[in-house]
């Protein structure tokens, strides 16, 4: 049965939706990277990191390099660092656009006055 290309692109950003897929993904843009490095990095349990990297492995982002008893990881290809430095883009955007609009609100909403408190009745 055929997926429709929506369904698809949904099922690969799902599972690009876990932090520490997001932080390898990132890490592995410098260029490859022994396990051990990688646990250096991200503060998680080595089991953790391993399903991880496991269910990256199998989606064909990155690959698995092994050296004797090293085992290293990269990106399979330049499309996800460039999609990572294209989110990084959008949430500027978007935070740029947040700061513009919170910044415009706290100049047009006066902060309102408050009558019959104390400091009322001493003016009296």
Same mark, same amino acid.
């Given at each position: 049965?055929? /997926? !429709? ?18 932080? +390898?993904?990132?890490?592995?843009? $410098?260029? !490859?990277? !022994?396990?051990? #490095?990688?646990?250096?990095?991200? #503060? ?10 496991? /269910? &990256?492995?199998?989606?064909?982002? +990155?690959? $698995?390099?092994? #050296?004797?008893?090293t085992v290293s990881y990269a990106l399979a290809?330049? @499309? /996800? ?14 935070? +740029?656009?947040? $700061?513009?609009?919170?910044?415009? &609100?706290?100049? +047009?909403? !006066? ?8 400091? @009322?009745s001493t003016r009296s």
């Amino acid at each position: 049965m055929k /997926v !429709p290309l929506y369904q698809a692109k949904a099922e690969f950003f799902r599972m690009l939706g876990h932090p520490v897929r997001i932080r +390898v993904l990132e890490l592995l843009q $410098s260029g !490859p990277m !022994p396990v051990r #490095d990688l646990l250096a990095e991200i #503060d998680i349990e080595p089991s953790n990191l391993s399903q991880q990297l496991g /269910v &990256l492995r199998r989606s064909g982002i +990155v690959v $698995s390099i092994r #050296d004797g008893s090293t085992v290293s990881y990269a990106l399979a290809g330049g @499309d /996800v660092a460039e999609l990572l430095r294209a989110a990084r883009r959008i949430l500027t955007e978007l935070l +740029v656009g947040q $700061s513009e609009l919170l910044a415009e &609100l706290r100049e +047009v909403a !006066p902060e309102p006055t408050r009558t019959g408190t104390a400091a @009322d009745s001493t003016r009296s």
